[in-house]
């Protein structure tokens, strides 16, 4: 089943300039998912389409990318990225699944057609949960870093800095990364949003009060009610503040605008057949006094049609 947060995670990152931003925001506190970066040339990377046919559970699987090595080979390796905001058992094996059958290299003259695939969980529950911490327990150290088909890290998202999202060169990731760092805890992002403001008023306006609208929506599953109709009243009047509104008051202009211009069309298109009415009148040879008392117009109006 999806759900909100899932939405949410896979708007922000199925852009692959988003993605980028991501991983090298994370990496700077991720030891592992900084040496991976260092072996691919993140310019080069292309989203896989969502059609993860021979996958068993279709759909579950948040992004998937492939991306070129640093070497300039022509070489592909694959990026999988799996948002969890609760303890999985079972993510392990699922990403498993879809390595095994997402990450493949179209190209036929490959001897082995599975790329390696690097496996990055982004993580953002209550609990302290790491599915990485024991699954190599027990084994020899000959096979440390073999048992897993993929390269893996984790990445909790509360280990990421505040500090490191306002230096951020995309208020989306800044912004959303935020609102999962603190998705229990809605006072708290009541009180950092407001931070953003110059990266917000450089936003278009609807894409502004459409990012603000959103994190809302997102937040809707965490957050009780009562700090939710809070958040409601602190967007308004952060859009009222930086110069925008909220995305349902966008919609509501763009309604009230296109009935604006219909009704303006329908008194022109009135106004034009008054005028060949009074035209008419005046041609048939019909009193002045009269046209003017039945059309409203004026006498120099009707001598000019």
Not at 30 to 55: G, K, M, Q
Not at 131 to 151: A, I
């Amino acid at each position: 089943m999806n759900k909100k947060h899932d939405a949410f995670f896979r708007w922000l990152f199925s852009r692959t300039e988003r993605t980028r931003i991501l991983l090298e925001l994370a990496a700077r506190h991720d030891a592992e998912l900084r040496l991976f970066l260092e072996t691919v040339n993140l310019d080069t990377l292309e989203r896989i389409p969502d059609s993860y046919s021979e996958v068993e559970d279709t759909g579950e699987a948040d992004l998937a990318f492939r991306v070129n090595v640093s070497t300039g080979a022509p070489v592909l390796v694959g990026i999988l990225l799996e948002h969890k905001s609760g303890r999985d058992g079972d993510v392990l094996n699922q990403i498993s699944r879809y390595v095994r059958s997402v990450m493949k290299n179209l190209d036929e003259k490959r001897v082995y057609d599975g790329l390696p695939t690097m496996a990055v969980i982004f993580y953002n529950g209550r609990e302290n949960w790491n599915p990485l911490r024991y699954v190599e327990e027990g084994y020899p150290e000959y096979w440390r870093g073999s048992v897993l088909p993929f390269r893996c890290t984790f990445v909790n998202m509360a280990n990421i800095p505040d500090e490191a999202c306002f230096a951020c060169e995309d208020v989306y990731t800044a912004m959303g990364v935020i609102a999962m760092k603190y998705a229990y805890d809605g006072r708290k992002v009541m009180e950092i949003l407001p931070k953003f403001r110059e990266p917000l008023k450089r936003l278009p306006p609807a894409e502004a009060s459409c990012l603000l609208e959103k994190i809302k929506v997102y937040l809707e599953e965490y957050v009780d009610i009562d700090i939710l109709k809070e958040l409601d009243m602190a967007f308004v009047s952060i859009g009222q503040k930086y110069g925008f509104v909220s995305a349902g008051d966008v919609r509501r202009k763009m309604v009230a605008d296109a009935r604006a211009e219909t009704r303006e069309e329908e008194r022109a298109k009135a106004d034009a057949e008054k005028r060949e009415i009074a035209k008419g009148l005046r041609d048939d040879g019909v009193p002045m006094e009269i046209i003017v008392r039945r059309t409203g117009f004026t006498e120099s109006e009707i001598r000019s049609f």
